[in-house]
């Protein structure tokens, strides 16, 4: 069955970086976009980033322009996303999204990121 296991998150010091793995079994990697997206408390869902399937493209929301990374392996079926220079309102829970047309839409179960001092 279709999985997509995040981690990587955890707390970082404001200023600091941490880098989100996203694992995928279950389907051909390779033929789909995947996307990040996080949810801060009492907020909704913010798309944050994606990459194309073949990675040679990618887009940001403008607040992470600059400071976090996506980027993905095909041989190891997994996404990444490099957060640096982070902020406490970069506070939230992180979601991989596997996404091809507008049938095949997956989710992981999502990774916490704390940013305080």
């Known amino acids: 069955q279709v999985q997509l296991v995040e981690s990587g998150g955890g707390l970082a010091q404001p200023g600091g970086s941490l880098r989100l793995s996203c694992a995928a079994s279950?389907?051909?990697?390779?033929?789909?976009?995947m996307s990040w997206a996080r949810q801060a408390p009492g907020k909704g869902l913010e798309w944050v980033s994606a990459?194309?399937?073949?990675?040679?493209?990618?887009h940001y929301a403008d607040s992470m322009k600059g400071r976090f990374t996506i980027s993905r392996d095909n041989a190891k079926n997994t996404v990444y996303l490099q957060m640096n220079s982070l902020k406490p309102e970069d506070t939230a829970v992180y979601y991989c999204?596997?996404?091809?047309?507008?049938?095949?839409?997956?989710w992981g179960q999502g990774t916490q990121v704390t940013v305080s001092s």
């Open positions: 999204n596997a996404r091809r047309g507008s049938r095949y839409d997956y």
């Open positions: 279950g389907f051909t990697f390779s033929n789909y976009a």
């Open positions: 990459i194309y399937n073949d990675g040679s493209n990618t």
